[in-house]
């Protein structure tokens, strides 16, 4: 019996920058045959140019560059097999590949066939896809090579059984979102038992833009079985090994890193995209406006586990109707975190912006105009931190909010990053406990108390909307899964809350086009994933 070993490169590329990538690339390699003994090490989709590389595919230099990368990556493959991803073009066509190199050689070359163009993925944009399967033989054992969505439907693997292949190595750039790692358990289940032949899973790890990849890689035998899962969230490159019995691959039970928690793996994956999205983008660290309240409680903790105590500032911003025990819920929690604070009185800046506006305004009824001049005071004073120090403003507007316009566009929308974006109103509080039960860095009363932007006397956020838990399940149901109004009401939630809610997520789409990005947790995030238009007559009735 011989014994192949395989690593698996769960690598955290920086999207466009082939050169640092190849270096990633050359170092995982040295790794995996020095200290794993490993003759094959097996990488990430598009991993030499990180994914999604977007419109950079569209660049007149990316095939030199890319011919540049791969150079780098041959002349230092010696000794061990390199199944790597990245962009090819042939003619006027271009390919979403692995390449298969073996001592400074490239051997086999392989095209991605089935190109996701759904949800956040449009790869039918820039490729075309590949026609035929590719099996090289990796010590002796006939491999198929395959390329993350190929593995989500059965004909690849058919095309690669019928060719002979004994093994798959399927390379992937999957993003995360709540139980997704479950959903690929079951898929490599269904093709491993399909093809007859166990399956090699490598994933990318890092935040990138939106998204966030979870690494999670495995190994699953011909039944289907998990039998090796590497961490989630974590850089490395991790060894498994396939016994050879007369040629044919057989997986025994080794490491399984159970994977994550539902809430943890939420939790980890803002954290992840956070520390990524401020150090791939060069900021000294971040701001934030603390306002006693939950959502910037807990975007104010995330930041801290994603950056530490030094890169992070808290801002209160207080006006004539912040309530005191707003102002000693930011301060606590500060102290807690040690993060640096201050406060800054927005009274001057909002009375200099009435006073500049009382001819306009003369002869008409305060309103909602009042408040949100406060909310644009607050965004104007922490851009200009922002700008005057490099740090990266995190705004705190969470998935409810941003559904149904409960923001203020150039106030509280101000900013470059939005850690909450994806996350509904229930979720924010179940995440502050989950965060709490592994140290206390939010103030118990943040938690407790009823949610109040506190733009006016008395205000609560279920003044003007339904009760979160009501309104986060409609938000579910129409943002997510497409439901109609009908469908909703149908389930026993009033048609009055229904026909209100829908109408305002259908007419703050405006807003959101306005709002910055915000990292993706979910199946259906605003932004890549539901893009509707703006100047829009339809109506969501049956």
């Given at each position: 019996m011989n014994r192949l070993t395989i690593s698996l490169a769960q690598l955290n590329p920086l999207v466009g920058d082939i050169p640092g990538n190849a270096e990633q690339i050359v170092a995982a390699l040295r790794t995996a045959r020095d200290r794993h003994g490993a003759q094959v090490a097996v990488f990430p989709e598009l991993a030499l140019i990180g994914y999604p590389p977007e419109d950079l595919l569209l660049r007149p230099a990316l095939q030199s560059r890319v011919e540049r990368g791969l150079q780098v990556v041959m002349a230092a493959c010696s000794g061990i097999v390199a199944v790597l991803g990245y962009p090819w073009r042939e003619g006027d066509r271009l390919y979403n590949a692995a390449g298969v190199i073996r001592d400074g050689q490239?051997?086999?070359?392989?095209?991605?066939?089935?190109?996701?163009?759904?949800?956040?993925?449009?790869?039918q944009r820039y490729f075309a896809p590949g026609d035929a399967p590719c099996v090289v033989d990796l010590c002796g054992v006939p491999t198929a090579i395959t390329i993350c969505e190929d593995i989500w439907r059965p004909e690849p693997t058919a095309c690669a059984a019928r060719a002979g292949a004994r093994l798959m190595i399927n390379l992937n750039a999957s993003p995360f979102h709540r139980g997704k790692q479950e959903r690929r358990h079951d898929v490599l289940a269904a093709r491993a038992r399909e093809g007859r032949m166990?399956?090699?899973?490598?994933?990318?790890?890092?935040?990138?833009?939106?998204?966030?990849?979870?690494?999670?890689?495995?190994?699953?035998?011909?039944?289907?079985?998990?039998?090796?899962?590497?961490?989630?969230?974590?850089?490395?490159?991790?060894?498994?090994?396939?016994?050879?019995?007369?040629?044919?691959?057989e997986v025994a039970r080794?490491?399984?890193?159970?994977?994550?928690?539902?809430?943890?793996?939420?939790?980890?994956?803002?954290?992840?995209?956070?520390?990524?999205?401020?150090?791939?983008?060069g900021f000294r660290g971040v701001v934030i406006g603390l306002s006693g309240g939950i959502d910037s409680a807990l975007t104010l903790a995330i930041a801290v586990d994603a950056l530490g105590t030094e890169q992070v500032e808290a801002v209160m911003l207080p006006y004539r109707y912040t309530s005191q025990l707003s102002r000693d819920l930011a301060s606590e929690q500060a102290e807690r975190l040690r993060v640096r604070y201050r406060t800054i009185d927005i009274a001057p800046v909002v009375d200099?912006?009435?006073?500049?506006?009382?001819?306009?305004?003369?002869?008409?009824?305060?309103?909602?105009?009042?408040?949100?001049?406060?909310?644009?005071?607050?965004?104007?004073?922490?851009?200009?931190?922002?700008?005057k120090k490099g740090s990266l403003v995190l705004t705190t507007g969470n998935k409810s909010?941003?559904?149904?316009?409960?923001?203020?566009?150039?106030?509280?929308?101000?900013?470059?990053?939005?850690?909450?974006?994806?996350?509904?109103?229930?979720?924010?509080?179940?995440?502050?406990?989950?965060?709490?039960?592994?140290?206390?860095?939010?103030?118990?009363?943040?938690?407790t108390r009823p949610p109040s932007a506190e733009l006016a006397p008395d205000q609560k956020d279920e003044d003007s909307l339904p009760p979160y838990p009501v309104l986060d399940r409609i938000l579910e149901l129409y943002v997510e899964q497409d439901a109609s109004a009908v469908d909703i009401i149908a389930q026993g939630f009033p048609a009055g809350d229904v026909h209100r809610v829908l109408r305002?997520?259908?007419?703050?789409?405006?807003?959101?086009?306005?709002?910055?990005?915000?990292?993706?947790?979910?199946?259906?995030?605003?932004?890549?994933?539901?893009r509707y238009p703006i100047t829009n007559g339809w109506r969501p009735g049956g």
């Amino acid at each position: 019996m011989n014994r192949l070993t395989i690593s698996l490169a769960q690598l955290n590329p920086l999207v466009g920058d082939i050169p640092g990538n190849a270096e990633q690339i050359v170092a995982a390699l040295r790794t995996a045959r020095d200290r794993h003994g490993a003759q094959v090490a097996v990488f990430p989709e598009l991993a030499l140019i990180g994914y999604p590389p977007e419109d950079l595919l569209l660049r007149p230099a990316l095939q030199s560059r890319v011919e540049r990368g791969l150079q780098v990556v041959m002349a230092a493959c010696s000794g061990i097999v390199a199944v790597l991803g990245y962009p090819w073009r042939e003619g006027d066509r271009l390919y979403n590949a692995a390449g298969v190199i073996r001592d400074g050689q490239l051997v086999a070359r392989y095209y991605k066939q089935s190109l996701p163009n759904y949800q956040v993925f449009d790869e039918q944009r820039y490729f075309a896809p590949g026609d035929a399967p590719c099996v090289v033989d990796l010590c002796g054992v006939p491999t198929a090579i395959t390329i993350c969505e190929d593995i989500w439907r059965p004909e690849p693997t058919a095309c690669a059984a019928r060719a002979g292949a004994r093994l798959m190595i399927n390379l992937n750039a999957s993003p995360f979102h709540r139980g997704k790692q479950e959903r690929r358990h079951d898929v490599l289940a269904a093709r491993a038992r399909e093809g007859r032949m166990p399956i090699v899973y490598v994933n990318q790890v890092g935040g990138q833009d939106e998204l966030i990849f979870d690494g999670g890689s495995m190994l699953v035998d011909a039944g289907g079985a998990v039998c090796y899962q590497a961490p989630q969230m974590r850089v490395g490159v991790f060894p498994v090994s396939i016994d050879l019995i007369d040629g044919h691959p057989e997986v025994a039970r080794q490491q399984i890193t159970p994977a994550l928690e539902p809430l943890a793996s939420v939790y980890q994956a803002l954290v992840l995209g956070v520390r990524d999205y401020v150090r791939k983008n060069g900021f000294r660290g971040v701001v934030i406006g603390l306002s006693g309240g939950i959502d910037s409680a807990l975007t104010l903790a995330i930041a801290v586990d994603a950056l530490g105590t030094e890169q992070v500032e808290a801002v209160m911003l207080p006006y004539r109707y912040t309530s005191q025990l707003s102002r000693d819920l930011a301060s606590e929690q500060a102290e807690r975190l040690r993060v640096r604070y201050r406060t800054i009185d927005i009274a001057p800046v909002v009375d200099a912006s009435m006073a500049a506006l009382a001819e306009e305004f003369a002869g008409l009824d305060a309103d909602k105009t009042e408040e949100n001049l406060q909310a644009r005071a607050r965004g104007m004073l922490l851009m200009a931190i922002s700008n005057k120090k490099g740090s990266l403003v995190l705004t705190t507007g969470n998935k409810s909010e941003m559904a149904v316009g409960y923001a203020t566009l150039y106030g509280d929308m101000a900013g470059g990053l939005d850690v909450l974006k994806d996350v509904p109103k229930v979720t924010v509080f179940e995440l502050a406990r989950y965060r709490n039960g592994l140290s206390p860095a939010i103030p118990e009363e943040v938690i407790t108390r009823p949610p109040s932007a506190e733009l006016a006397p008395d205000q609560k956020d279920e003044d003007s909307l339904p009760p979160y838990p009501v309104l986060d399940r409609i938000l579910e149901l129409y943002v997510e899964q497409d439901a109609s109004a009908v469908d909703i009401i149908a389930q026993g939630f009033p048609a009055g809350d229904v026909h209100r809610v829908l109408r305002m997520v259908d007419l703050n789409e405006y807003k959101r086009r306005q709002a910055p990005i915000g990292l993706r947790v979910s199946q259906r995030a605003f932004g890549r994933d539901r893009r509707y238009p703006i100047t829009n007559g339809w109506r969501p009735g049956g």
